[in-house]
């Protein structure tokens, strides 16, 4: 089990911190061999991207408090940088303390969690950037889940008063049968582009918008992107 894990398995001695065995995991995520590192500390060989960091697991350990999920930095042999989440408890083998520590390769998951937030990030300043109407809202039920600047602008309602709620409740649609045609043919797998439509403001006030409908898988949950342009001064010129 030791040597057949994908994850890097090492045994090192509690006291000095001196790699008794370590497997091919191991040698994988750090680039040295097992030879190379046995009787010698991960500060020999310079694993730690920050060193300071190091001496954390064996205080925990020592003190009784296994490691789980600690994140860390490597620095392999060929200089290049992994990210870890470790794992450490300590065991006794021969009436000697060590450690057995488990580390996990997360370089690709971490730059994949980075990726998303600059994508999340850049997506909410277009979203509320935007001086169209955008509304997100669940595709099955239409609860609006989030709207921007623009929502607000064309159809009087505030964001507090619009999330949780339906376009059809506040009664933005002045024909509502339309909406469900609409989601009919999202489901479908069309999207709606450019389509003209009237819609009913808190004030009573009707606007001519054009609107477009993405439907969005998030988080497992279908869901509904509307945008929606006001047309309604360029109709009266």
Known sequence: ???????????????????????????????????????????????????????????????????????????????????????????????????????????????????LRSSEEKFSKAFHASPESIALSKLETGELLEVNEGFERISGYSREEAIGHTAIELGLWKQPDQRAALVARLASGSAVHDLETVLRRKDGGERSILISLEALDLGGEKCMLTIGRDVTEAKLA
Not at 31 to 48: E, F, H, P, V
Not at 71 to 97: K, L, P, S
Not at 98 to 111: F, G, M, V, W
């Open 1 to 115: 089990a030791f040597q057949a894990s994908p994850d890097s398995i090492t045994l090192v001695t509690l006291d000095d911190g001196r790699f008794v065995e370590a497997n091919e995991g191991f040698e994988r995520l750090t680039g040295y061999r097992a030879a190379d590192a046995i009787g010698r500390t991960s500060a020999d060989l310079g694993l730690w991207a920050d060193p300071a960091q190091r001496s954390l697991p064996f205080q925990e350990v020592r003190a009784g408090r296994p490691i789980r999920d600690f994140e860390a930095r490597f620095r392999r042999r060929d200089g290049a940088y992994r990210d870890v989440a470790m794992y450490a408890v300590e065991v006794e083998i021969g009436g000697i303390r060590h450690l057995l520590a488990i580390n996990r390769d997360i370089t690709e998951q971490k730059k994949a969690e980075v990726a």
